[in-house]
Nanobody, 127 residues
Framework: QVQLVESGGGLVQAGGSLRLSCAAS??????????MGWFRQPPGKEREFVAA????????RYADSVKGRFTISRDNVKNMVYLQMNSLKPEDTAVYYC??????????????????WGQGTQVTVSS
């Protein structure tokens, strides 16, 4: 069992930047064997895919809506996953979640393969 904790959310003006972090907590929980994803849930909408990175770090996938603005990365030594968000727009306002898929071989855009989820962090972009 791996427990995920997101941080770094907040209120930012349109055009600004935020960096979200996701850390594993618990006894000796390593993220190095998990394909990691970031999802978000805007107010009144369903949870949607944002970005994913393979457990090895060798492959990355982005939603079209964030491509060129967001960057997902991971540091398996520090047991961390990050989402750098630049040029933020009001439509990026959502609760952002990190998720883990054990040895996931595909960068799934569906929530189904991800077994573990964090509690979420709120990102609000004002116009």
């Amino acid at each position: 069992q791996v427990q995920l904790v997101e941080s770094g959310g907040g209120l930012v003006q349109a055009g600004g930047s935020l960096r979200l972090s996701c850390a594993a907590s618990g006894r000796s929980q390593s993220l190095s064997t998990y394909t990691m994803g970031w999802f978000r849930q805007p107010p009144g909408k369903e949870r949607e895919f944002v970005a994913a990175i393979l457990w090895s770090g060798g492959s990355i996938r982005y939603a079209d809506s964030v491509k060129g603005r967001f960057t997902i990365s991971r540091d398996n030594v520090k047991n961390m996953v990050y989402l750098q968000m630049n040029s933020l727009k009001p439509e990026d306002t959502a609760v952002y979640y990190c998720a883990a898929d054990y040895l996931g071989s595909t960068l799934s855009t569906s929530i189904r393969p991800y077994e573990h989820w964090g509690q979420g962090t709120q990102v609000t972009v004002s116009s």
